[in-house]
């Protein structure tokens, strides 16, 4: 993987400034911060009859969102970051843009929503009429063709899952993909994909910035497994936990119609098991839910058989969701498979789902001779190629208004996402620093307990480490909701 000397030592990306009260703004970078003779132009928006009409319709310059919500009455007021939307003057003329879109990494309902909406913006708020599609993630910079992006081309998109550009995973050169936008003369480069990706878009920025050029460059996150940190969520998170009730749906139905009927349901979630959690406490019909943050076993007191055993005793059917990247290490342990890892350098996962299935059926048949009716069903690619539902086609096409309107104003070097329902600019160091998951110590993984009536597998003790160890780190936003909501304890 190229990336720079400069793309190496981060420096670039972070700016930050403090104000009375123990106000911190973790600001991104701005084109003016390196380009002392910047031209300005009024916002074209001024003009536009849809949005004079709204009173205080512009970003006040000041506006920042705080990153927590609920405080102490001492507390410090804690860090901040950019409001996004539209500012009073931009920095690109509107036939100076020349932009560019790619998408990269896994699939993910509502990439094309998000492709469809930054060509409409750039077109109809800002008049830009050059937009490149670059084909097939990464690569496509340096290693294909580019296709013409116009409202009409993109106009039904939106209905269609996967993406229209073509995505992959490695292939990420940053001299090679910076030559390429200089050589292609891009001046706005928008990047819409997960942690890897955004990692790939801060070399590319430092990269740009150390040639000081004129170019901006937006991030627009995306993951199904919603692993990104500082946003409440991210696009095709819902979809993807309201197609995963019918996969649960069935594998009920089934279960319910046979003796010790079980259904087994995997879903996506390489590191995380917040689709896995959200399904489960949305269908109400899961008996247990496995994810990686939680560790499981299978035998002896207090393992997974035992109260496969007893809820099957108890109800004469059961349903378990596992999230795909729970189990790996019992799994790897007793198949002797190596580590291997795909293109970008993500772990590539063994089908948990059916180990779990075979092992469940070897047990029950072999050591308690129980008649045991086992369905396993596996919807993870069909849910991550559906188009979006409604409530992620709106966020989509507000993370990508913020995005269009954040490059107009010179802002790069940021990810747009949405903050305690806020839209932000988060600077790239605040996005790829860590990656998001469930905290078990946390409000919500108990409510999954309480509702599956599952056993947690793991001991006081255990239990305590793990809650040390998580002190330190804030809870996620999408976990904890005392960040957004009063207390229902
Ligand atoms: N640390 C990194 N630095 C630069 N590029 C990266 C990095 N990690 C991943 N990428 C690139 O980002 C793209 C997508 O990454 P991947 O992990 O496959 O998906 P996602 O962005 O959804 O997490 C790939 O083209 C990959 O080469
Ligand atoms: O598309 P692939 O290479 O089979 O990868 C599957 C992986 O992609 C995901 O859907 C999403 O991962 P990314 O967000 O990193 O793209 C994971 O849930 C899953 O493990
Ligand atoms: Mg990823």
């Given amino acids: 993987m190229g990336s720079s000397p400069a793309a190496r030592g981060r420096n670039y990306q972070i700016k930050v400034s403090e104000g009375p009260g123990g106000y911190i703004l973790e600001d991104v970078p701005h084109l003016s911060d390196y380009i002392h003779d910047l031209n300005t132009y009024p916002n074209p928006l001024r003009s536009n009859p849809a949005y004079s009409v709204v009173k205080q319709y512009f970003v006040d310059m000041d506006d920042t969102v705080p990153e927590k919500i609920i405080v102490h009455k001492d507390t410090p007021r804690g860090?901040?970051?950019?409001?996004?939307?539209?500012?009073?003057?931009?920095?690109?003329?509107?036939?100076?843009?020349?932009?560019?879109?790619?998408?990269?990494?896994?699939?993910?309902?509502?990439l094309n929503t998000v492709i469809r909406e930054i060509v409409h913006s750039l077109d109809y708020m800002y008049g830009v009429s050059k937009v490149l599609g670059i084909d097939?993630?990464?690569?496509g910079f340096y290693a294909k063709n580019t296709?013409?992006?116009?409202?009409?081309?993109?106009?039904?998109?939106?209905?269609?899952?996967?993406?229209?550009?073509?995505?992959?995973?490695?292939?990420?050169?940053?001299?090679?993909?910076?030559?390429?936008?200089?050589?292609?003369?891009?001046?706005?480069?928008?990047?819409?994909?997960?942690?890897?990706?955004?990692?790939?878009?801060?070399?590319?920025?430092?990269?740009?910035?150390?040639?000081?050029?004129?170019?901006?460059?937006?991030?627009?996150?995306?993951?199904?497994?919603?692993?990104?940190?500082?946003?409440?969520r991210s696009f095709g998170f819902d979809t993807a936990v309201e197609e995963a009730q019918r996969a649960i749906n069935a594998a009920h139905v089934e279960a319910e119609s046979a003796d010790n009927g079980l259904g087994v349901v995997k879903l996506m979630g390489r590191y995380c098991g917040f689709i896995a959690m959200?399904?489960?406490?949305?269908?109400?019909?899961?008996?247990?839910?496995?994810?990686?943050?939680?560790?499981?076993?299978?035998?002896?007191?207090?393992?997974?058989?035992?109260?496969?055993?007893?809820?099957?005793?108890?109800?004469?059917?059961?349903?378990?969701?596992?999230?795909?990247?729970?189990?790996?290490?019992?799994?790897?342990?007793?198949?002797?498979?190596?580590?291997?890892?795909?293109?970008?350098?993500?772990?590539?996962?063994?089908?948990?789902?059916?180990?779990?299935?075979?092992?469940?059926?070897?047990h029950f048949s072999r050591k308690l001779k129980w008649p045991l009716t086992l369905k396993y069903i596996d919807p993870t690619y069909m849910i991550r190629a559906i188009p979006s539902n409604a409530a992620d086609n709106v966020y989509c096409t507000l993370l990508a208004q913020s995005a269009v309107h954040g490059a107009m104003a010179g802002y790069t070097g940021f990810t747009s996402g949405l903050v305690h329902g806020r839209h932000t600019y988060i600077p790239f160091?605040?996005?790829?620093?860590?990656?998001?998951?469930?905290?078990?110590?946390?409000?919500m993984f108990a409510r999954l307990l309480s509702s599956t009536n599952q056993p947690s597998f793991l001991s006081a003790k255990q239990i305590a480490e793990i809650a040390n160890d998580e002190c330190e780190a804030p809870p996620s936003q999408l976990l904890d909701d005392s960040q957004d909501k009063p207390s229902d304890n």
């Avoid at 860090?79 to 100076?96: I, T, W």
């Avoid at 097939?136 to 690569?139: C, E, I, L, S």
């Avoid at 406490?281 to 058989?305: H, M, N, Q, T, W």
């Avoid at 019992?330 to 772990?347: M, P, Q």
């Fill in 79 to 110: 860090v901040h970051f950019r409001r996004a939307g539209p500012r009073q003057k931009v920095c690109f003329s509107s036939e100076e843009v020349s932009a560019c879109i790619v998408t990269c990494g896994g699939l993910c309902p509502g």
């Fill in 136 to 139: 097939g993630g990464y690569r």
């Fill in 147 to 232: 296709i013409t992006l116009t409202p009409k081309v993109v106009n039904h998109i939106h209905k269609r899952g996967g993406t229209i550009l073509g995505s992959s995973r490695g292939g990420h050169d940053t001299m090679k993909i910076v030559d390429s936008i200089q050589d292609r003369g891009i001046n706005q480069v928008y990047i819409i994909g997960g942690d890897g990706t955004q990692k790939g878009a801060a070399s590319i920025y430092e990269e740009i910035r150390r040639r000081g050029l004129k170019v901006v460059v937006a991030g627009i996150p995306k993951t199904i497994d919603n692993d990104i940190p500082v946003i409440d």
């Fill in 278 to 362: 959200y399904a489960t406490l949305a269908s109400r019909d899961v008996d247990c839910c496995l994810i990686p943050e939680s560790p499981f076993y299978l035998e002896g007191k207090g393992g997974l058989f035992e109260y496969v055993e007893k809820r099957l005793k108890e109800n004469g059917h059961m349903v378990i969701v596992i999230a795909e990247g729970a189990g790996q290490e019992l799994l790897k342990k007793e198949t002797a498979l190596g580590d291997e890892i795909d293109a970008s350098g993500n772990k590539l996962l063994k089908d948990v789902g059916l180990w779990l299935s075979q092992r469940i059926k070897d």
């Fill in 429 to 443: 160091n605040r996005i790829i620093e860590k990656q998001n998951n469930v905290v078990i110590t946390d409000r």
